[in-house]
């Protein structure tokens, strides 16, 4: 065993966001209200008293609006919250949502309503943009408190709060001033301390201090042990991920897990041992690894500052390195980085020129008792849906209303503390349609809000109840649940047919929904590990991996056809076909994902069979690995050597539960065939604990791998595809396929900062065929989500009409009534 931590949410791909959009919309040619008027009061308030049971995965109890992060907890928080950007079925922005807007999808005009009209407007000469958030009137809270900006205010600075760890970050966006507050320095003051804690590490630990140093020989030993103070604390959370996931391990050392339990002596001997800082000795002991010390675990035990001492040694005090390999928490702060933030607060706070700090954010102000403006340097498209995307919370439930007094610079906490907030985790309270009533047994009880703006909801009562991926089906058709979320894919529409006397996915007893999923499938390849020489951005080092991707790609169609059927298709640019930014087929220049050949002529022609276009795929590889150094026998038909830093055989991984079950695994299989008759081996690490996936590409270890990326509404590049993603650099740890393009971190950036839609197209699709020349993605499958409902049990006509990717049918769920 080794390494690293399990990153569930990462692990679904997720780079960034969830957005809800919790607004309600209704088409002008139908109203519930009419259908409604046919029910007999009686009859209705018996349909009201029924619960409708939602099918859900797995809660965390984390329901906080601030601090939810699984799909799961999210879906749950969304039912007591509301954000404050209203967004349309195609992911549009309803600026004027107050009055509401009126907008045509698929031939029916639809009116859409939120709590807040939102404005963006960018002044080119001050390079500044303004976002103006306004409340509407008597908004209330589930309690019936009337919401106002003030409310407002406290959510902004909840979120901006240096102690914030939730999923939701700000920072990604640049508001006048908000660095400043978080860090309570002047930009001066900042930069001033910033320079001298990069001096002082560029000098050395070693260094010994002269007179004609920029800093006091106090500054520097207090910036040296405040990094191994940071470094320290990295390596505590090591300690504490093993000893929470891994304390079977144990048993290697010569011990239980009753022993673990009852000292707190072994858990860094535990950690150390998992993490490959040490391994077991003769006799029981455990020894480290790069130090040789020994420890006997029965009288002598491993401490933090032994497992400091490794980590340092082995890095030859390198903390950067160390932090960009062995982090076990790669989306929290790097060693380094944290050393300085400290150093620059702490040297700050006895600044005379600091003397009362940063008191408030300054591109954030509330102008009167309904409207709050932010500000920004620069424009960037996204930022929008980040700072008008927050949920509307209570400042007198998640907050303090005695610590709030906007005039003098008090919102609701005190600074550094968000315990009040944090307290109410797991009780959520908003605008929203729903009040939050319990989580008992599995099981999340909501009761309908009487003050929601949009009316109070048809159905009085709604559970979400856990209930595992493979029983939603059944759960449905029997009558365990009433509504349910599932993967489109053969089997499940074959299961849910099979219910239905017309053979169906929608009859009697099951209706179903279909969308396109926010995200899509991909194979991905790390260009620090997959190339030739040291350059991954070489032509050779391209050319190697469009030869494995050129025999990868044309494995998709069957693969996926075989495993979704019509629940999904093959895409060829590294986008959702959801998106406004996806390439079209009719789009000039459009290709087929890796379809030319290393002279960039076409490998497929329309009369080609199938097996045909497998042949000239392998052929064209040939080509390519000719290319990139490979010596090749035209006799044997064989590669038989691989050029300096490249290998003739790559680890592929796929997280399909040790059967192959996993979209990818037969394009994987069929790959490895072929790759096999010309003497290049890909070898497919079937994985039963995709965890160990997530840790790889934590570590940057993996070579090609299967995974799916979910989307937000704006195609925003940023987090996957810049160059400080790459983990370890500071940024999203996002960018696993290693791509460092300065050419597409540009194109990245001017696309943010257009709000020219077709502008932005163009952009982006330059941006794409980078992506598509550093052959770092085979971008695989557009799969599609579906909804169940019981036709017997919910009555269909009061489901929000036109579900789309954008646009769930929980969107609606105010409307929805029970038979």
Known sequence: MNKKRSRVLAALLALIMCIGVFTACQPKTTTPETTEATVAPAETAAAEAVPLVVAEGEFSEKFSPFFADTVYDVNAMEMTQVPMLTTDRMGGIVYNAIEGET????????????????????????????????????????????????DIIFTFYVFADPSYVGSTTLGSYNIIGLKNYQTQTSDDVYTKYMDMAVAIRAAGADHAWAAADAWTQEQQTAYWDLEK??????????VNYVVANYASYVADLGKTEADLAASDQ?????GMYVWGFAAPGDGGTLVGGTTGTSWDLTTTFPTIEDLYAEAYAKYAGDAEAFFGVEAADTAATGTVAQAQADFISAQAKVDPAMAGGIPNIEGIKKIDQSTVEVKTKGYEAPAVYTIGGLYLTPLHYYGDEAQYDYANNKFGHPFGDLSIAQSKTTQPMGIGPYKFIK???????????????????????????ETIDSEVVAATATGTVDVGDLNGSKKNFEEIA????????TGDKIATTKVDNLGYGYIGMNADNILVGTDPASTESKDLRKA?????????????????????????????????????????????????????????????????????????????????????????GKLTAAPAGAKLSYEAVVGGDGIGDHPSFAVLTDAAAAFATIGFELKINDLTDTSVLWDMLDAGSQEIWCAAWQAVIDPDMYQVYHSSGIIGRGGSDSNHYHIDDATLDQLIIDARKSDDQSYRKAIYRQALDLIADWAVEIPAYQRQNCT??????????TVTPDITTFWSWLKGIELVEMQ
Request: proline share 3%.
């Open 498 to 505: 099979g219910y239905n006397s017309n053979g169906e996915i």
């Open 229 to 238: 103070a940071a470094w320290i604390g990295d390596v505590q959370d090591i």
């Open 788 to 797: 169940v409902f019981s036709s017997e049990r919910v009555k269909m006509d």
């Open 266 to 270: 072994l858990n860094v001997a535990l």
């Open 548 to 636: 494995i991707a050129t025999v990868l790609a044309v494995y998709r169609d069957a693969a996926y056809d075989s495993y979704y059927g019509e629940a999904a298709s093959v895409v060829n640019y590294p986008i959702s076909n959801t998106s406004w930014a996806a390439p079209q087929p009719t789009d000039e220049g459009y290709k087929v994902a890796f379809s030319t050949d290393v002279d960039g002529n076409d490998i497929y022609n329309s009369n080609m069979t199938q097996d045909e276009k497998y042949a000239a795929a392998l052929q064209a590889a040939i080509g390519y690995f000719k290319a990139a150094g490979f010596t090749y026998d035209e006799a044997t």
């Open 439 to 465: 989580y008992e047994n599995r099981i999340c009880y909501f009761e309908a809000n009487e003050n929601y703006f949009k009316g109070e909801p048809k159905t009085k009562y709604v559970q979400f109840k």
């Open 103 to 150: 907008i045509p999808y698929n031939g029916t005009d639809y009116t859409y309503t939120g709590p807040c009209d939102v404005s963006v407007k960018y002044d080119e000469a001050a390079d500044i943009t303004t976002y103006t958030i306004k409340l509407a009137d008597n908004i209330k809270f589930s309690d019936g408190t009337v919401a106002d900006a003030d």
